[in-house]
């Protein structure tokens, strides 16, 4: 039996991670939860998995809480950081499910890892803020991060039973988003319902509208660099329409291994739960037969240039990755409440990075500084 601390569990995330629980009672069990202010869906999955210890945004919102729960689980109800990192901590979890959006997951990551818990990661932001410091205290701490990003859980499975000195290219591939073809002279009339719009994957907003712009495999990148001790010279991204082969990695005797499946984060997320194991999960195989042919283009960083932005926080390393992340987190949010147009993501990112002074090996407190910064310059930009 598996006992979990679930951070983000009313999130497309959480959500799949509970319903695996669901379909596999014997294996897990639920032992906190974590949500920002889904608070009627918070209820219902306390009230189902029976959870001892939860945390939610703020004060309020814990108060609120606690009115909406109606069966005879009462679990210890926290708020804010300190609740979140709480949930990450706490003592009777054996593995944490990171799955809050964002910079949030930072502080809860580092709680996990002090308290020496295993992780499944799927808070891509956690890495690519502050990956150094993150991946120096896992190993000092002898605590394993195990991939939930479909792509990255894709390498990691390619590395099983490989001897990394024999690694030559990581390959990640991008379903390219609803707008692979749309020409830019386009784009300024793109609405956040087309942008929310994705032809294969079924996932939150905030990670739709990177993949949209390809900041999502721009963020992949970076995390990577830190999952598998490589550079970001060692990474080719792949555009691959038909998002069957979640990623590759190539040896240097020329042979690629693949992983392949459904575009569903269900394998991924129970593949990081369960690991080494494999667990039943009812999806049926691609039907290859009727797929015709899998496909794949170069990523086109005139019209996406999330990649470049990636590519150029990678080099100058220091804060720059935090900054960058920040803007994009501050212009998706105004994007998704109509407040600035699609090509203004890009713009706003490019101006923030170039305008920003990098801290060279930052601590945290710098990390958390640049980030703050970020935040505010694009506000005072839109």
Known sequence: MK???????????????????????????VKALTAANNLHGFARQIDEFEPELV?????????DLSRLLSGPCRPEIRFG???????AAYQDSDLVLLAMVGAAGLKPALSAIASKKQIALANKETLVMAGEIVMAKARENGVSILPVDSEHSAIYQCLKGNQRKDVKTLFLTASGGPFRQTPLAAFNAITVADALDHPTWNMGHKITIDSATLMNKGLEIIEAVHLFDVTPDDIQVLIHPQSIIHSMVGYTDGTILAQMGQPDMKGAIAYALSEPDRIELQMPF??????GALT????????FPSLLFAAEACRQKGTMPAVMNAANEIAVTAFLEKRIGFLDIFNLI??????HTRIDNPDLSRIIEAD???????QSLI
């Open 350 to 355: 490019s101006k923030t990075m170039e305008v």
């Open 81 to 87: 950081d300190d609740g979140y990192c709480a949930a």
């Open 296 to 303: 794949f283009e170069t990523p086109d960083t005139h019209r």
């Open 372 to 378: 703050c910064w970020a935040r505010d310059k694009v």
């Open 3 to 29: 006992r979990l601390s679930i951070l983000g569990s009313t999130g497309s995330i959480g959500t799949s991670a509970l319903n695996i629980v669901r379909m596999h009672p014997d294996r897990f069990q």
């Open 286 to 291: 691609p039907d290859f037969t009727t797929l």
């Open 55 to 63: 945390s939610v945004l703020d004060e309020q919102n814990a108060l």
